[in-house]
């Protein structure tokens, strides 16, 4: 079992390492795979041995009701549950083969090649729509030949790039609820990542807002890997290529009841369960 302190304390000494890290490595569309993941909060489990391949070039659901342990699985992929006094996790979680809590992988590499939108927009309010496009280079020192194509690159592949273009000195906090999750997704974007997970990035949007991100993760899946939660199933049935279904049931830890393509998920599960809840009776 490893607790905050001993992945912070193994991060520090390899700070200065020379040995390769997902830093170094080209940057593809990736793989995940997680095994054997259990999680704590202050000793309690909350999450007992998931396993879960993340296929490249898909986007996979994780679906389930709340408190089962999906948005804590989403932030073990990236290295965030860390972060949390009081958390503990074990099992492994490997990008393209590397395991991602290894010491010699630091947690701000593994968090540039496995990007984060939060299900709240969280665009800084004191920087330009530019600047907020620009930070995740700026923060983990990376440079590039062209700021402006990059700009309009991480833009366009977010679908804000037309509603944008001539007010990229205006501040992003104040663009709409909507536009602000696109802008957190183009920042995302810009440091070129293998993997973007979502966390209900939906749910606080109209359904306009709500379509124009789906649209965007459509476009995306062929150049970065997406794990998305959602408790929306027709969005689940809409975006994604594969689905987990999570479940905590009587006070036991959450867990994964079933894998599989989105279509069999929705149409022909093996647990009746799956099918209840993907149909509404529950959850």
């Not at 080209?26 to 993941?37: F, K």
């Not at 999680?39 to 490249?56: H, I, N, P, T």
């Amino acid at each position: 079992m490893m607790t905050t302190s001993d992945v912070t304390t193994d991060a520090r000494k390899v700070a200065s390492s020379s040995a390769a890290n997902l830093g170094e490595q080209p940057i593809t569309a990736g793989e995940l795979n997680a095994t054997g993941v259990c999680a704590w909060f202050s000793g309690r489990l909350v999450l007992e041995d998931v396993d879960l391949f993340m296929e490249r070039h898909a986007v996979t659901a994780l679906i389930g009701p709340s408190g089962c342990g999906k948005s804590t699985f989403l932030r073990i992929l990236n290295r965030m549950h860390e972060t949390i006094n009081g958390a503990q996790l074990a099992g492994t979680v490997e990008l393209n083969g590397e395991d991602i809590y290894s010491p010699n992988q630091r947690a701000t590499w593994v968090r540039r090649h496995i990007g984060m939108v939060f299900q709240r927009p969280n665009p800084f309010p004191a920087m330009s729509i530019e600047q907020n496009v620009l930070a995740g280079l700026r923060f983990n020192r990376i440079k590039t030949s062209s700021k402006a194509d990059l700009v309009e690159e991480a833009l366009t592949k977010a679908g804000l790039w037309t509603e944008v273009k001539d007010r990229l000195s205006n501040m992003g906090g104040a663009l709409s609820g909507g536009q602000q999750q696109r802008l957190c997704i183009a920042r995302a974007l810009a440091v070129r990542p293998s993997v973007l997970l979502m966390d209900e990035p939906c749910s606080a949007l109209d359904p306009a807002s709500t379509l124009r991100i789906e649209e965007t993760i459509a476009d995306i899946k062929e150049e970065v890997t997406v794990v998305i939660v959602t408790h929306n199933m027709q969005q689940a049935n809409r975006v994604s290529d594969n689905c987990a279904f999570f479940l905590s049931e009587n006070g036991k830890p959450g867990h994964i009841v079933e894998v599989g393509s989105t279509v069999k998920m929705f149409s022909a599960p093996n647990d009746p369960r799956t099918l209840d809840y993907v149909n509404g009776r529950f959850g």
